[in-house]
T-cell receptor, first 114, second 112 residues
Framework: SQQGEEDPQALSIQEGENATMNCSYK?????LQWYRQNSGRGLVHLIL?????REKHSGRLRVTLDTSKKSSSLLITASRAADTASYFC??????????????FGTGTRLLVSP | NAGVTQTPKFQVLKTGQSMTLQCAQD?????MSWYRQDPGMGLRLIHY???????DQGEVPNGYNVSRSTTEDFPLRLLSAAPSQTSVYFC???????????FGDGTRLSIL
């Protein structure tokens, strides 16, 4: 099952601009996570926001969560060329074993040009 | 402190061959998972483990086996490779099921 869907699929901006990516999901969640993937590398965890939180900051990252709309957004402020990567949201989905698996979206490809 | 280490980084197999993808972590994480990443489909869970000796199936387990004899290692076995298993495989580990996942850099597997 695919829960999170990111929007847009691709985003191209200039250095210094802000980048906003959105994620929508389908079922109730305990938390939502954002990951970054540089080309040819594994995913790197950026930020986790719990269902009872509405906003969270980490450096130049700002994440919001609206559980009533089942959506989240990731804002990267003052973007840099090094921010060029794919960004994925992931939500937890309970299995009957009690294990909370992460369900990933298809990602947003961000290109930041110098 | 290497984190999550996956070997090999690249592999080409012929249909019907078998092989084992290795995954090791040095963070003493109880939870380990295997995902495959295909274009346009995000990551899908293959198998997971909540501790040594305990494994279970994820979303797309067919054609794969796993075992967890130690906390550190979680190998993924392809029993009889098929072209549909051409993908990038990622291993991940974490302290808990709702904690951030730590990923390896992946194994790029092509089945001819």
């Amino acid at each position: 099952s695919q829960q999170g869907e990111e929007d847009p699929q691709a985003l191209s901006i200039q250095e210094g601009e802000n980048a906003t990516m959105n994620c929508s999901y389908k079922t109730s969640i305990n938390n939502l996570q954002w990951y970054r993937q540089n080309s040819g590398r594994g995913l790197v965890h950026l930020i986790l926001i719990r269902s009872n939180e509405r906003e969270k900051h980490s450096g130049r990252l700002r994440v919001t969560l609206d559980t009533s709309k089942k959506s989240s957004s990731l804002l990267i402020t003052a973007s840099r060329a090094a921010d060029t990567a794919s960004y994925f949201c992931a939500t937890d989905e309970g299995l009957n074993t009690g294990f909370q698996k992460l369900v990933f979206g298809t990602g947003t490809r961000l290109l930041v040009s110098p | 402190n290497a984190g999550v280490t996956q070997t090999p980084k690249f592999q080409v197999l012929k249909t019907g061959q078998s092989m084992t993808l290795q995954c090791a972590q040095d963070m003493n994480h109880e939870y380990m998972s295997w995902y495959r990443q295909d274009p346009g489909m995000g990551l899908r869970l293959i198998h997971y483990s909540v501790g040594a000796g305990i494994t279970d199936q994820g979303e797309v387990p067919n054609g794969y086996n796993v075992s967890r004899s130690t906390t550190e290692d979680f190998p993924l076995r392809l029993l009889s490779a098929a072209p549909s298993q051409t993908s990038v495989y990622f291993c991940a580990s974490s302290y808990g099921t709702t904690q951030p996942q730590h990923f390896g850099d992946g194994t790029r597997l092509s089945i001819l």
